[in-house]
């Protein structure tokens, strides 16, 4: 059978957003100067987002992410988890955040995981060890996006 023409807008939209370069979300940023990150509506930046935590992460843990210029949108991207449905990688990122801000004084995550030395942030992955493991066990974050981006389609 024939695919709806908005799903296959849908799909074609959200799979240029993800394919954007090597670092969607450092294109974001390049783009954001310019108001194009900003113009897109929340269910395109949830696809963005939630593709460019999985990157990060599974390259260094949530802690790299927490640490690159991906970290200052740390509670943007907690949203986008919640709205693909990721709960392992929105529990990881949380759990991540949390740390962090609970033992160093700082306005951000972000500043928080930048100010402490790369020995600290392998004793707080050891911590979160447990669900890192999970988050990289479920399937790739692709298909979340495949499906968020299915049951959403009148949205992009």
């Not at 974001?28 to 935590?53: P, T, V």
């Not at 210029?69 to 949380?94: N, S």
Request: net charge negative; with cysteine.
């Amino acid at each position: 059978p024939a695919v709806p023409t908005r799903i296959q807008s849908a799909l074609t939209k959200a799979l240029a957003i993800i394919s954007c370069g090597r670092d969607p979300l450092a294109d974001a940023y390049q783009a954001d100067s310019k108001g194009r990150f900003d113009s897109l509506n929340e269910y395109e930046r949830a696809i963005m987002l939630s593709h460019a935590y999985d990157g990060q992460v599974r390259n260094g843990h949530v802690f790299q992410f927490l640490s690159n210029t991906t970290g200052e949108r740390a509670l943007e991207t907690c949203r986008a988890l919640g709205m693909i449905g990721d709960q392992f990688g929105l529990q990881l990122l949380q759990s991540g955040i949390d740390t962090a801000m609970s033992e160093v004084e700082a306005e951000t995550p972000h500043q928080a995981v930048r100010t402490v030395q790369d020995s600290q942030r392998r004793m707080w992955e050891m911590q979160l060890d447990d669900i890192y493991s999970q988050y990289c066990s479920q399937e790739d974050v692709s298909l979340r996006i495949f499906r968020f981006v299915l049951e959403n389609s009148g949205r992009f």
